[in-house]
């Protein structure tokens, strides 16, 4: 049975998606902002919860109230007292796509949002969502065919998770050095690990809208990340 504070934030996603599928820019707008509004919300019930649900220790109710009006803030307190709740995502990434969300907010028509950000925004909040609550957002009857974008963050993200419980296990300090071991111990070649350097660089270029990739090319790249994945045992 659903814990009754993931309601809130499910409700947000859901909106937003079904937003996201219909063809007008308004809507397009509507739907990334409520998919902001469902990650902020998210955070904020997170940290506030009981500490015999989350076991959180030394987080002040004043300072959650503090940081509650102001993002980045609140993003710092997630880092600090639920590290272990965000692996799989970058809070950068968060930030990034919060400040684009303050623009069409405050900017409104004067802003597009491409489909490629709705979608990257949203594989990383139902990453979020899962991650706090421990409960799978199912958007299945709801969502379109997921984008190629939102198809490589998802798979990306599967990776990111898989690296940090990994790495946590054997007390290592990155995911640079875990891939490094499967590089000496002979599991992946050299190729393999400049591969993996370059998927990030993709990642973090294709989050940001540093780049705005051919279909052509993502389906590339989403082949080359399932190869890493295979060859690294994520399943």
Known sequence: MSKPWIEGPKELILHGIEHSNKDTAFDARIA??????????????????????????????????????????LLDLLESFGADKIRGIELGDIEWYHRLRNQLYHEGNGITIGIENIS????????????????????SKLESPEGLTGIFIKLWGELEQFLYIHTKSKKIKNTIEYINLYY????????????????????????????????????????????????????
């Not at 990257?120 to 958007?139: D, M, P, Q, R, S």
């Not at 993709?202 to 809208?209: I, Q």
């Open 32 to 73: 990334f902002i409520s998919i902001d509004n469902a990650v902020e919300l998210m955070i904020k019930t997170y940290l506030g919860l009981p500490k015999r649900i989350t076991n959180i220790k030394g987080l002040k109710r004043n300072d959650l109230e503090d940081a509650s009006q102001n993002f980045p803030a």
């Open 120 to 139: 990257g925004y949203l594989e990383i909040a139902k990453i979020l969502f899962n991650n706090l609550f421990e409960e799978k957002l199912v958007t």
């Open 184 to 235: 000496e111990d002979g599991r992946l070649t050299k190729d393999d690990v400049q591969n993996f350097d370059l998927l990030r660089n993709f990642r973090n270029e294709l989050v940001h809208g540093i780049k705005s990739p051919t279909p052509d090319k993502l389906a590339e790249m989403i082949d080359n990340l399932e190869s890493l994945k295979e060859k690294l045992g994520v399943n």
